[in-house]
């Protein structure tokens, strides 16, 4: 029986040593500064990406509502998180983020309260994103606004996309629909 029980112990600290937390185990602010628990979204494919409203690769705005449009419902969400990383290329407060969103977007997809997506101040939600060791499946780290991490329904890291791929390129969509 001691054994059974050490073996049980042991696996245990295998699995959370080797980052099996999942995105679902999260709960993060969004743009209106309420509380949005990310376990909703269990079941639900998720690509989180990082945005800014003042750079070359904005225009993917467009392509990420038209995907969330096509896609989006009970099997599929984009999250947007707004972040000034790179370039302060997003110096906008989330009031303005919303407007300059809608405005000239459409924006109908989920979007966070802006964050810090590397450094020292760099938001949890993205340490688990970038590190191995908290997500199981990979290092990264975020180049540039836009960059697209795909996690799958169980919360689980799939795959990182460069920012300049678009959201609706081939291998994007075929993860979405299969």
């Known amino acids: 029986m001691k054994k059974l029980i050490f073996i049980n112990v042991l696996l245990l600290a295998v699995i959370t040593a080797f980052g099996q937390s999942s995105l679902h185990d999260f709960t993060v602010k ?4 309420k509380d949005f628990d990310l376990s909703t979204l269990k079941g639900k494919k998720v ?3 990082n945005t ?6 904005t225009p993917q705005f467009e392509q990420l509502q038209s995907v969330f ?30 407007e300059f969103c809608e405005m000239n977007y459409g924006v109908t997809f989920p979007m966070m309260s802006k964050i810090s997506v590397k450094g020292d101040d760099m938001h949890p939600v993205y340490q688990w994103l970038t590190q191995k060791s908290k997500n199981g499946k990979q290092d990264s780290e975020v180049g540039w606004n836009f960059q697209k991490y795909l996690i799958d329904e169980n919360g689980k890291l ?6 300049k791929v678009k959201p609706d390129d081939a291998k994007i969509i075929s993860w979405i629909t299969n």
């Open 158 to 163: 799939v795959e990182v996309i460069e920012p």
């Open 69 to 98: 449009e096509q896609y989006g419902g009970d099997d599929f969400v984009i999250i947007g998180f707004p972040a000034n990383n790179f370039a302060n290329q997003e110096p906008k407060s989330n009031a303005e983020i919303v």
């Open 47 to 49: 690509l989180v990406v």
């Open 30 to 33: 969004d743009i209106e500064g």
């Open 52 to 57: 800014a409203s003042k750079c070359g690769l």
